[in-house]
């Protein structure tokens, strides 16, 4: 996902959640490439709020453990 194709909303979610997942998973566990491919997909998804998004985070991680 490239921000240049985004709307000024769609950035606005992105860096809304963005926010909230660098705020719970941000510590040093988690890979920063994850929390950015879990926001852009998130937001390529067609979501128009961030509710849900820590909850689809853990299920999207926890798939990338699985592997």
Do not use: P
């Amino acid at each position: 996902m490239t921000t240049s194709t985004l709307t000024e909303e769609q950035l606005k979610l992105r860096q809304q959640v963005l926010m909230i997942l660098f705020r719970e998973f941000g510590n040093g566990k988690y890979s920063n490439q994850s929390i950015y491919n879990c926001a852009d997909e998130w937001c390529s998804k067609g979501h128009k709020i961030s509710a849900g998004v820590v909850s689809y985070y853990k299920a999207y991680y926890n798939s990338l453990n699985t592997i």
